[in-house]
């Protein structure tokens, strides 16, 4: 049931549609089945399925709108889900930021989703597969795989139909030593499972576990930086890639309050702020990272370039924002790409004098919103580079540092890798700086 | 939330994007006054419960529990002069965890009936069942006894959801009304309210119904100067509580103002919403101009409602015995607290640090009668004059470090996720000799008084933190002299708290609350609240947060 096709689901919303009484009516249905199975300690902790189904309507009087859920979809309950949001727009107040809903549009069709996904056999056996083998090395795993397929379709009363479906799965693991001295990490997404490498991924922990024991102290200060896509970016925290793109709205920086707001009012768009190396897009069509072809309005993604050369080429615009400013609105791409080269990260370190190797950055907050001044700690894999190759692991530490900061301190961009549904490449970068030592493993 | 729920909002229309964290996700979107109609009976959710556990027990289940949980939650956005949003949800089913081939299985269903109750519950069964063949050691539980047919309700004197939206409506516009009056800018007000009605029932013999209600205003006011280009903002200083509509009446006896010269106003059991955005808005203007932090040591003196979150994060956190066992590893971590570290009885702090578990205090988020393991909810030791003495665990828990009893720390976020080991409520016992705030700022040479929890961050084993603050004011020879900005304190766990030098006495004790706390993979939100008076630390490392950048 979770998964409907294009007909089915359009054939339920016009159905829903038919029931609306309201001057304006959307409906959208978004479905999941996904599965995971977690680990730690070298046993398996937890493991969960879901499918869901549910059915949004948003009816609208004037300027009045409702919105009411369901996820039963037997007659009465879906008259009753019509009735409920034209119950709830009656009652709500008058939106000043109200926007029309928006008539046929034209999507692009981002590449198919993977015909095969994994199911709660193939899960545990990735888990045994995993866990078997660190406990032969006298190591200790602890990982998360999670991943399924989904749909979405929205259909309205001003003749708007849209249909997308995906897949993707996450898998990440965390290796560490016996004597809990040693710890390394990976992870991977993809849209097709088969092409995730559970053993590779583990194998890579665990090489970081074993040579990151006996990690020395190093004093904190400004170090030239390897960071690996898993330190720029992250699905389920702040990072600062991921800080950086979503803190590009214009309507915070046209009210003066974001980093890109103008000294003197208005906002940066058109000033080059990074190294001009730097070119950050969004595309849905992209192959290894099929994006979403429209976001929860209708409104059609399309390639967006958000910095080219490190020049501010566009900022997020919403509906409402944008014809305010009599600009174009801009639809929220879910997945971003980081342009670089072809240099692994192995060949980043080899043209490294002084360094060091960054495997992740963990519990990033926001310090300043005025600098994007970002606080956070190295984790799971640290090492001190000198002519070329790692010397030998280092404690972690604590960073306070801007992105950016870091866009304009860059040495050498590696190649992009997929993380979090975006890719991003391993960066080398000069004077990054770390303001205290962690003792933590 | 995590970005891809963020994405997958987008199919749940505009509206429910404008629901910054609001749990709204596997819940419908109802009207309001759908939030007023009764539950199931208890008499209908006992007779389901039996099906769950005889289903689970005939499919071969040694251990079997089950939560019947419905869950409201109203959620009122607003900015400047208008509102955003208005959002109410409903979600109810049930969630049925079992042991069987001596490993865990959880599986859930919204299908209130008897056929699909008990198939969940043999689904849950065959998930333990294949998850056995990769289980190294059986489920222990710690033994314990029914409660037969019991009840607990947060003690509200008016639920949250019974007051007319409107009503709540003009309280958050009056309030963002009084910060553009004193100078704000821009200002977003924000009224979250939950009410789980949790029905638990065990293979062990309870039959337990509970009624829990939280709530939650909030603001953040930003004033900008548009010649320089310079914005600071200042979030409200009211905490998330497990109080009904009552904590926003305000009481004269519940305003604890901060040191002389500092113009804060701290709140316990209601909350000045307007007299707060007033102050919030003046203080803001003040932060665009007043002085930058010179780095370097201070003694710093924390209010309550700072200085809860550096609890949150540096005691109640490591003292987890999920993560010191190691099966946070992947995601949240593990603790510096280690087995072996106690074993050695290492100072965690000073003789002056006694922290307290519980979710018990009246008031507080971690209230509840009954665990999400049909555990009865109690008080215990962590900290004792500086020794770290016990752990936060729960009943598969207790064996490995050799106590017969849970601490009733089991929760789960909604019936469709399992539930785990959580953070109780961990406080700081305030001072045992008459002690104002004034009176500890008084023995202050060159220190900086903090109110207001800001940026924050920790290592994955809880030793190295950093901590910002919403208004910084600079102590000069025992006396408040200026507000400064660009403040954060960087420290080591237990040097933080070796530091510690002391707190005022009872009479400024309050509860400080974290409102989403994360953890788990799938993440699961949970709700803990932190109480301690105003604290004294000496010698802690401030940096300077300014940056340029072009």
């Not at chain 1, 360094?355 to 799971?380: A, F, K, M, N, S």
Request: contains cysteine; hydrophobic residues 35%; neutral net charge.
């Amino acid at each position: 049931m979770a998964i409907l096709s294009k007909d089915e689901a359009q054939a339920l919303l016009k159905k829903v549609l038919s029931y609306s009484t309201a001057d304006e009516c959307a409906v959208g249905l978004d479905g999941r089945t996904t599965g995971n199975i977690r680990y730690a300690r070298n046993s398996v902790s937890t493991a969960g399925a879901s499918d869901t189904v549910s059915l949004s309507v948003e009816s609208r009087f004037g300027k009045r709108s409702g919105i009411a859920t369901c996820n039963e979809f037997d007659e009465a309950t879906l008259r009753r889900c019509v009735q409920r949001a034209e119950e709830i727009a009656r009652l709500a107040p008058e939106s000043p930021e109200y926007m029309p809903l928006l008539g046929p549009q034209t999507y692009l069709n981002p590449p198919s989703a993977a015909a095969t996904l994994l199911t709660p056999a193939t899960r545990a056996q990735a888990a045994a597969d995993s866990i078997g083998l660190c406990a032969a090395k006298n190591l200790t795993a602890a990982g998360f795989l999670d991943g399924g397929a989904r749909f979405s379709a929205l259909r309205n009363s001003k003749g708007l139909e849209s249909y997308q479906q995906s897949t993707s799965t996450d898998f990440s693991v965390t290796v560490r030593t016996a004597d809990g001295r040693g710890s390394g990490y990976a992870i991977s997404d993809a849209t097709d499972p088969s092409k995730l490498n559970f053993k590779s991924l583990t194998q890579r922990a665990a090489d970081k576990a074993a040579s990151s024991v006996m990690a020395k102290a190093i004093e904190p200060g400004k170090y030239t930086v390897i960071l690996e896509p898993a330190a720029l970016m992250a699905g389920d925290d702040l990072s600062l890639l991921g800080g950086l793109v979503y803190n590009m709205g214009a309507r915070e920086a046209d009210e003066g309050r974001s980093f890109l707001t103008k000294k003197g009012g208005g906002n940066r768009k058109g000033e080059k702020l990074f190294d001009e190396r730097v070119n950050i897009y969004s595309d849905p069509l992209n192959a290894d990272v099929p994006g979403n072809a429209f976001d929860g309005e209708g409104l059609p993604t399309k390639r967006m370039s958000w910095v080219e050369k490190g020049v501010v080429k566009n900022m997020f615009y919403s509906r409402f924002w944008a014809q305010k400013n009599n600009v174009a609105p801009t639809a929220f791409p879910s997945s971003f790409i980081m342009t670089g080269g072809t240099q692994s990260t192995a060949e980043l370190i080899k043209s490294t004098a002084k360094g060091i190797l960054v495997t992740r950055l963990w519990y990033i907050r926001e310090v300043d919103p005025q600098t994007l001044l970002y606080t956070g700690l190295t984790r799971d894999g640290t090492f001190y580079i000198e002519n070329g190759a790692i010397k030998f692991p280092i404690k972690n530490m604590r960073f306070n540092e801007s992105p950016i900061i870091m866009l304009n301190n860059v040495e050498a961009i590696g190649r992009p890798q997929r993380l979090a549904n975006c890719l991003v490449p391993p960066l080398k970068i000069r004077d990054f700086t770390f303001t205290s030592l962690s003792d933590a493993v | 939330m995590n970005r891809r729920d963020f994405v997958g909002l987008a199919g749940l229309g505009a509206g429910a994007l404008l629901l910054p964290n609001f749990p709204s996700l596997g819940a419908d979107l109802v009207d309001p006054a759908r939030l007023l109609e009764p539950g199931l009976d208890i008499a209908q959710k006992k007779r389901l419960a039996d099906v769950a556990l005889n289903a689970a027990k005939s499919a071969g289940a040694s251990y079997a529990d089950v939560r019947i949980q419905r869950t409201l939650n109203q959620g009122i956005f607003t900015r400047e002069k208008q509102v955003q949003n208005i959002g109410s949800t409903e979600t109810m089913g049930v969630g049925i965890r079992v042991i069987a081939n001596g490993t865990w299985g959880f599986a859930a269903t919204n299908q209130l009936t008897d056929a699909g109750i008990a198939k969940a519950a043999q689904q849950a069964v065959a998930i333990a069942k294949a998850n056995s063949k990769v289980q190294k050691e059986p489920v222990q539980l710690a033994p314990q006894r029914g409660y037969g047919d019991v009840s607990w309700k947060t003690p509200i004197q008016q639920n949250a959801l019974e007051v007319p939206i409107k009503q709540k409506v003009d309280l958050l516009l009056n309030a963002n009304a009084v910060a553009l009056d004193n100078g704000a800018s821009f200002v977003n007000s924000a009224l979250f309210q939950i009410n789980e009605q949790k029905y638990f029932a065990s293979t062990d013999g309870s039959y337990i119904d509970q009624d829990i209600h939280r709530i939650y205003p909030n603001f953040g006011v930003t004033v900008v100067d548009r010649a320089s280009g310079k914005f600071r903002s200042r979030q409200s200083l009211s905490q998330p509580m497990g109080l009904g509509y009552e904590y926003l009446t305000p009481k004269a006896a519940d305003k604890i103002a901060g040191p002389a010269g500092s113009d804060v106003i701290g709140y316990k059991n209601s909350y000045d919403i307007l007299e707060d955005a007033a102050s919030a808005a003046k203080q803001t203007k003040q932060k665009l101009t007043c002085k930058s932090v010179t780095p370097g040591k201070y003694d710093l003196v924390l209010d309550p409602g700072h200085l809860g979150l550096t609890i949150h994060e540096s005691v109640g956190h490591p003292l987890e015995l999920d993560r010191v066992l190691g099966y946070e590893a992947n995601y949240a971590g593990t603790s510096f607290a280690t087995l072996e570290w106690k074993a050695k009885n290492l100072p965690y702090g000073s003789k002056q640090v006694n922290i307290v578990a519980d979710k018990l205090q009246p008031g507080s988020l971690g209230a509840v009668g009954y665990d999400d393991e049909g555990v009865k909810t109690k008080e215990w030791d962590l900290i004792k004059a500086g020794k770290l003495v016990d752990y936060e665990k729960i009943r598969d828990q207790a064996h490995i470090v050799g106590q017969k009893e849970s601490d009733g720390c089991c929760y789960s976020q909604s019936w469709q996720d399992v539930q785990f080991q959580r953070m109780p409520n961990v406080s700081l016992r305030p001072g045992t000799a008459k002690m104002s705030v004034d009176d500890l700022v008084k023995g202050v040479d060159k220190g900086i008084y903090i109110a207001g929890n800001g940026s924050f961050s920790i290592d994955q084993q809880r030793y190295n933190f950093q901590f910002g603050g919403q208004v910084f004011y600079a102590i000069e020879k025992g006396k408040i002299t200026e507000m400064l900005e660009d403040v954060a304190y960087q420290a080591n766990t237990q040097e933080f708290w070796g530091a510690c030098a002391g707190s005022c006495d009872a009479s400024d004790y309050r509860l400080f609350g974290a409102f989403n706390d994360g953890k788990g993979q799938p993440s699961q939100s949970s709700a803990v609240s932190h109480g301690s008076a105003t604290t004294r630390f000496n010698g802690v490392n401030v940096i300077n947060t300014a940056r340029k950048i072009g």
